[in-house]
């Protein structure tokens, strides 16, 4: 056997296992740990699950990304796509258009509004008019914040929480009379750690939608949003879906 067949075998070799070994870009993906069931920390395994965790990884896997996970506070997501310390967040964040102007959005994922939830046992609270004067707990740097400031006329008993648990929390202790925040949350947290102690009262309020947002020029935003109309095609979203919010509904 020729030496000069063996280099050349031993180099197609060589590239062969090269190739095979490159693998797809990772991307820093960021979440913040509160907002259940959405995003949460699982106790026994360490591991972030929830509803945004099966989307990014079904999407990243579509779209052609790995992930490198890590999560934040809420209120500094977007400041981190800003200065390009992150290059995806999904996180409950909700579309509009003042975000828009300084991040990019993935087509919409899932359609909220905002909630009212009180303790069981308040039957004086049904909308958001009757929050007049109360004391009430939302999230810093939430939509909801923004939608309690600019409704309500006496707004000095808003109270933000840099996470969900701990208004909710102070709503249980007492602390605050109601919480307003994204309907999802509030009714997960009702129908689990609250129930028979809070309730959720009145109508949806301001219509959002949730979007993975991406730094400002991403490249990925086609291939994303791909990702994401091709699991609603095929049913895989509707899994997901119906796994952590029961029946989907027909005009989803």
Request: a negative charge; proline letters at 4%; glycine letters at 10%.
């Amino acid at each position: 056997m020729s030496t000069k067949w063996i280099k050349t075998v031993g180099a197609t070799l060589a590239f062969t296992v090269a190739a095979g070994t490159v693998s797809a870009e990772t991307l820093r993906v960021v979440t913040d740990p509160s907002f259940v069931p959405f995003e949460m920390m699982d106790q026994e395994t360490g591991e972030m699950i929830g509803f945004d965790m099966e989307i990014i990884r079904e999407v990243a896997d579509r779209a052609g990304f790995e992930i490198d996970l890590n999560t934040m506070d809420f209120n500094g997501i977007i400041p981190a796509l800003q200065t390009g310390n992150v290059d995806i967040a999904i996180a409950g964040i909700t579309i509009t258009e003042e975000r828009e102007e300084i991040v990019d959005f993935s087509d919409p994922y899932y359609d909220s509004g905002l909630r009212i939830m009180v303790r069981q046992d308040n039957d004086n609270v049904e909308e958001i008019s009757d929050l007049e004067g109360k004391k009430i707990g939302t999230k810093i740097g939430s939509t909801s914040y923004d939608y309690l400031m600019k409704t309500l006329d006496e707004d000095d008993g808003v109270t933000p929480y840099p996470g969900s648990s701990d208004m909710y929390m102070a709503l249980m202790s007492g602390a605050v009379d109601a919480v307003f925040y994204d309907a999802p949350n509030v009714g997960y947290f009702a129908k689990t750690r609250g129930e028979g102690k809070v309730k959720t009262v009145g109508k949806l309020y301001e219509g959002q939608q949730y979007g993975i947002a991406l730094k400002d020029g991403s490249e990925w935003v086609d291939d994303v949003n791909d990702a994401l109309a091709e699991i609603k095609e095929d049913g895989t979203y509707k899994e997901i879906y119906e796994k952590w919010f029961g029946p989907m509904p027909e005009d989803k």
